[in-house]
């Protein structure tokens, strides 16, 4: 499996951002869980918002819920964060992952992924 992110940046605290994400080779053969997490030099991985593959629910870390926004597109080939009100400690490399759903951990501690690609920086300025 094949995942690639993009869309990262700078940007102000306030502003908005959209990470999109290609997968390639993903075989939907079970229950996963396609989404982001995040992390800072020196600390935990960071579960951010992850997409059921079953049934589109979608789930988000404490941190950014009602600010952050999980799709995917109609083939599950792409996974997409639109990240509104961002904040500096938003901060982070972002990474796209997939795992099964239910070993998901949305916020810190988050260790284990089946699949992930390389990440996109996103730096917000206070």
């Known amino acids: 499996v094949q995942l690639q992110a993009s869309g990262g940046g700078l940007v102000q605290a306030g502003g908005s951002l959209r990470l999109s994400c290609v997968i390639a080779?993903?075989?939907?053969?079970?229950?996963?869980?396609i989404g982001w997490f995040r992390q800072v030099p020196g600390k935990e991985r960071e579960g951010v918002a992850c997409i059921s593959t079953q049934d589109s629910s979608t789930y988000y870390a404490h941190s950014v819920r009602g600010r952050f926004t999980i799709s995917t597109g109609n083939a599950k080939n792409a996974v997409y964060l639109l990240m509104n009100n961002l904040k500096p400690e938003d901060t982070a490399t972002y990474y796209c992952?997939?795992?099964?759903?239910?070993?998901?951990?949305?916020?810190?501690?988050?260790?284990?992924?089946?699949?992930w690609g390389q990440g996109t920086l996103v730096t917000v300025s206070s």
């Open positions: 992952a997939i795992e099964e759903l239910t070993l998901w951990v949305l916020g810190p501690g988050a260790v284990r992924f089946r699949s």
């Open positions: 080779g993903f075989i939907d053969d079970d229950n996963y869980g």
